[in-house]
């Protein structure tokens, strides 16, 4: 298969859908400190979510994605397992610093710094949209860390969790996905949201806030 970049959108697609497939098995597999959630039950939930994600990433990232996957099934590791436990590190920092932390994958400072600096950018984004589509931020995730509680994690939690799964690899196109779209001016939580209400039947962000305000 050629894998050199080539967007047909229907190979996309269809890439997109895999990953997330992939995605819901690995997610039955969670289980946190009250046993299984009630999300693991919401298969339309979960494709709708993760989908929208994954409509806005070219096919080297979703390709590359995948593999990650593969990789940890082979390796015996579940990468939404370790998305949650990487955000107790802002929710429960004491037990993530003792119980969790030293079972991870070890990230290097490097690597670090330049996933902080891809989630500045995304917050904005995020805060951004907030302010041009106040009725569809109200069902967002609170926005920041510093609002993080034990029932409610942010976007920048959330985020930083599942950016600490990707290999190297994916992290770089993933990367360079965030760079390209902020200097063409664009919004990746604008397009994901876009993507989002449309596989909910609405033609657009406009109908749907307008929807959301009723």
Excluded at 60 to 81: I, M
Excluded at 85 to 103: D, G, K, L, N, W
Excluded at 158 to 167: D, F, K, Q, V
């Amino acid at each position: 298969m050629d894998v050199s970049g080539t967007d047909d959108e229907e190979l996309r697609r269809e890439r997109a859908e895999a990953v997330v497939r992939h995605e819901w098995t690995q997610f039955q597999a969670v289980r946190g400190d009250d046993g299984r959630a009630d999300c693991q039950n919401d298969w339309p939930q979960f494709r709708q979510m993760r989908l929208s994600q994954f409509l806005t990433w070219p096919l080297r990232l979703l390709h590359s994605y995948a593999a990650d996957l593969d990789a940890a099934d082979a390796a015996g590791r579940n990468l939404l397992t370790e998305k949650y436990a990487r955000m107790m590190a802002s929710t429960e920092p004491e037990r993530y610093a003792r119980q969790i932390a030293p079972v991870l994958p070890a990230l290097s400072d490097e690597r670090l710094a330049r996933q902080e600096a891809v989630i500045a950018v995304q917050v904005d984004w995020a805060h951004g949209f907030r302010v041009r589509y106040p009725h569809l931020g109200q069902a967002m995730r609170v926005l920041r860390t510093a609002e993080d509680t034990l029932e409610a994690t942010s976007f920048e939690t959330y985020l930083r969790g599942e950016l600490g799964t990707y290999s190297d690899r994916t992290f770089a196109h993933y990367r360079h996905l965030v760079g390209t779209t902020a200097a063409a001016g664009g919004n990746l939580t604008e397009q994901t949201i876009g993507a989002t209400v449309a596989l909910g039947g609405f033609t657009g962000l406009d109908e749907a806030e307008a929807a959301q305000a009723r």
